[in-house]
């Protein structure tokens, strides 16, 4: 595996329903890959925040804190989308832990903790975000062939978070995969917003 490539959405067992990375074993792949860093995203939770920091560092691999979350979508509340935040410093953990909890307090709808989007636009300081590959608001209009929506929703991220927005892009064989890429690349040229690789790993 290519030295420079270093993952950004990974559940462990943590993530409860949705991954099977136990920490140790998750560490000792890494530093078996030669990866620099790594980042931990469990689905709407920190819990292994610590675990997964500290085996990190006794490994000489830098932790980046994230989760991934799950935006309201306005329009279809029983659908929401997915985004991944990762901290950028302390002010960004902060702000993240605030915002899960909040979502579990205030936001739950059918069992999910959902984070809504206006709360992202006080709470965004320290944090990077990544418009999930697959399920976020964007991808979503860009499966229903709106391009000129995918925009709108690409701008109003990059009013929220500037710089420190991201589009997420995956290869791993989905049907229609190819025509949807190829329009995501096409978005992201004619925004000016800046793509990142990334897959969803829920196991070693």
Not at 81 to 87: H, K, P, Q, S
């Amino acid at each position: 595996m290519p030295e420079n490539f270093i993952h950004l959405q990974c559940h462990s067992e943590y993530s409860l329903v949705d991954g099977l990375l136990r920490i140790k074993p998750w560490i000792a792949q890494v530093t078996e890959f030669k990866m620099p860093a790594v980042a931990l995203t469990d689905q709407c939770n920190l819990f292994g925040t610590i675990k997964f920091y500290r085996a990190a560092l006794a490994a000489g691999i830098k932790p980046i804190i994230g989760s991934d979350v799950w935006i309201e979508n306005e329009l279809e509340r029983s659908n929401p989308y997915r985004m991944i935040l990762l901290c950028q410093n302390h002010t960004g953990y902060i702000n993240l832990a605030n915002l899960i909890s909040r979502s579990y307090i205030e936001g739950q709808y059918q069992g999910k903790p959902i984070i809504k989007k206006s709360w992202l636009s006080s709470a965004h300081s320290g944090l990077i975000a990544l418009a999930s590959a697959w399920h976020s608001d964007i991808a979503n209009h860009l499966k229903n062939g709106d391009q000129k929506l995918a925009k709108v929703f690409i701008n109003y991220w990059l009013n929220v978070f500037a710089d420190r927005f991201y589009l997420g892009i995956a290869r791993i064989n989905r049907k229609g995969e190819t025509e949807y890429l190829k329009q995501l690349v096409n978005v992201a040229t004619i925004t000016s917003c800046p793509i990142v690789a990334i897959n969803e790993v829920c196991f070693l």
